[in-house]
């Protein structure tokens, strides 16, 4: 996988700002869970897409947590 370039974007675009008479404002929300129509919002709708992205590169479909870890949540 390419890496995130989230990360770097923010960092560019607060290094760009400084100084300047605007601002901006990053909004992420933590998870929106179910169904939302008319946004592309969902986590739901993210994990298919990374699914399917995983896919199509002949990749592993990832998870950023342990099994144990995952396993404990689930109680």
């Known amino acids: ?5 989230y990360f770097d974007q923010i960092d560019w675009l607060a290094d ?3 100084g300047k008479r605007w ?18 919002m969902s986590i739901l709708s993210v994990i298919a897409v ?18 144990a870890r995952s396993a404990r949540s689930t109680r």
Do not use: N
């Not at 601002?23 to 592309?40: D, K, Q, V, Y």
């Open 50 to 67: 990374y699914a399917s992205i995983s896919k199509a590169f002949g990749l592993p479909l990832r998870f950023p947590a342990s099994p």
């Open 1 to 5: 996988m390419p890496p995130d370039f």
């Open 16 to 18: 760009y700002q400084r």
């Open 23 to 40: 601002s901006w404002t990053e909004i992420r929300p933590h998870t929106l869970c179910g169904f939302s129509p008319g946004t592309a």
